[in-house]
């Protein structure tokens, strides 16, 4: 094992990959235009995507505090998953069945979208559509993994969409009993594919400023427009769309709308042949497994293992994390987990390490908000699903500034108001107790044989 520190921060491994970008130039002043999108992360970028490939014509401004990609988009664990960000009995509750199936439908099909886009639009992201595989290794992960199969039917998905699987069927997990398998996912390369699609709306004509933060979001007043405001001057546009996931904490009137939850990553390097021969990971399918606290995993394309999962999983008061840094405690828990579940890969060091943001509403549902009367819209909350999701989000704003009615502006998650937070010390203290007492429940499950009590009580903590 490497005795010397693992590279830590610096945004992510995947930025050690492509290089850490110059920031491009600030706002020059103040601007007038048609959309003006806040964040440079997925969802902003592929927002202005699709609204510029659909009307030409808008001037389109986009607002970036770094560089495109800095927070989550060029963080996350390159999952490109058409998992429903949130549960199904919430968007049902309000929307019925039919419009939760037609959700889960909608981000099935962006899986491939993003595949497809991206190849379009020329961006080499080492995207694979190899799908999924969830693992469980005790008596309780498996109970639960079967359940969670068996209700996903009553759902509207068939043995197409997801299906049980023998252990080891396509990776050999350590004390696996069982595994469920769903095509409706891909492999990425995250920080190639949010640079390609900031380059691919440059090339379309969108004006996108960095090292630009917006210190203020205001809404249509008598005859103003809605209005960004930064240091270098406000942008005034009768749509202003706020596309800031984690990061939104920072806007005055936001602290308390999405946590900023941390998650934590390390990679490894390369594995060589006989580890990957013992593995038996021999495609591109991405790694989840039934654990409560719970991790997630990718093969790269140059043959490391990237593995992720929760560590501080938040900061008092909403703070944010400064540029990528992780506890070394954090990346030792990451280390025994990896060396766990694969231990052929025990001796392979581990290359980088750092932490992101995503955004959680108090609901765990993910939103999607065009306001008519103020002119500021918004999306995200998507609790860790949101490289899929907000390629959705973009196509679902798009229709919504452009007004016109689809398939996707009466999905169950368009208009959803959540409610919010609660204030200090109360949040952070029932974030502490509720990933205690995930961690306490997975330890007891391990001989426990059925999912612990203090499990549910979690849940009921955190309100899923």
């Known amino acids: 094992m490497r005795t010397t520190t693992p590279a830590n921060g610096s945004v992510s491994h995947w930025f050690s990959e492509t290089g850490l970008p110059a920031p491009g130039p600030p706002l020059p002043g103040g601007r007038d235009a048609d959309v003006c999108v806040v964040g440079a992360g ?24 770094e560089f495109a990609g800095y927070g989550a988009s060029g963080r996350n664990g390159g999952w490109v998953v058409g998992e429903l960000p949130g549960t199904r009995a919430a968007f049902a509750r309000t929307h019925g069945r039919e419009a939760v199936v037609r959700f889960q439908h909608a981000l099935h099909a962006s899986v491939t979208e993003v595949v497809t886009e991206a190849a379009k639009a020329g961006i080499d992201a080492d995207l694979v559509h190899g799908g999924q595989v969830t693992v469980a290794r005790n008596a309780a992960q498996l109970a639960r993994l079967r359940a969670d199969v068996e209700a996903s039917r009553s759902w509207g998905l068939t043995e197409d969409d997801l299906r049980l699987t023998e252990p080891g069927e396509h990776i050999a997990v350590a004390g696996g009993l069982g595994a469920a398998f769903t095509p409706h996912c891909a492999r990425v390369q995250p920080a190639r594919l949010v640079r390609g ?55 005055p ?107 959680v509403p108090r609901d765990w549902c993910a939103t999607a908000v065009l306001d008519e009367g103020t002119g500021l819209g918004y999306a995200g909350g998507y609790t860790g699903h949101g490289v899929a999701t907000a390629n959705l989000a973009g196509r679902t704003l798009r229709d919504l500034v452009l007004g016109e009615a689809t398939d996707l502006t009466t999905l169950p998650w368009v208009g959803r108001r959540v409610r919010r937070w609660e204030p200090e010390p109360l949040r952070w203290l029932g974030v502490q107790l509720m990933y205690g007492l995930y961690r306490r429940a997975d330890a007891r499950e391990e001989t426990l044989g059925r999912t612990s009590k203090l499990a549910r009580l979690a849940d009921a903590v955190s309100g899923r």
């Open 197 to 251: 699609l900031a380059a691919a709306v440059r090339a379309l004509g969108v004006e996108v400023y960095e090292r630009t933060p917006v210190t203020d979001l205001l809404p249509r007043a008598g005859a103003a427009e809605a209005r960004a405001v930064t240091p270098h001057g406000t942008v005034s546009a009768p749509w202003v769309i706020r596309c800031t996931e984690g990061f939104t904490a920072a806007f």
């Open 42 to 65: 997925y969802t902003g970028l592929w927002t202005a995507y699709y609204l510029k490939r659909a009307r030409p014509e808008l001037r389109i401004v986009v607002l970036e505090k």
């Open 253 to 359: 009137g936001s602290h308390r709308d999405w946590l900023p939850m941390n998650s934590s990553m390390i990679v490894t390097e390369p594995l060589p042949d006989d580890a990957w021969a013992d593995i038996g990971w021999r495609g591109a399918e991405l790694l989840g497994d039934m654990a409560h606290y719970y991790m997630y995993a990718q093969r790269t394309a140059d043959g490391r293992i990237a593995f992720g999962g929760r560590g501080r999983p938040y900061r008092f008061g909403s703070r944010l994390d400064d540029g990528g840094r992780t506890p070394q405690w954090t990346v030792d828990v990451l280390r025994r987990m990896l060396a766990d579940m694969f231990p052929a890969a025990r001796g392979v060091p581990v290359a980088h390490a750092w932490s992101g943001v995503l955004g």
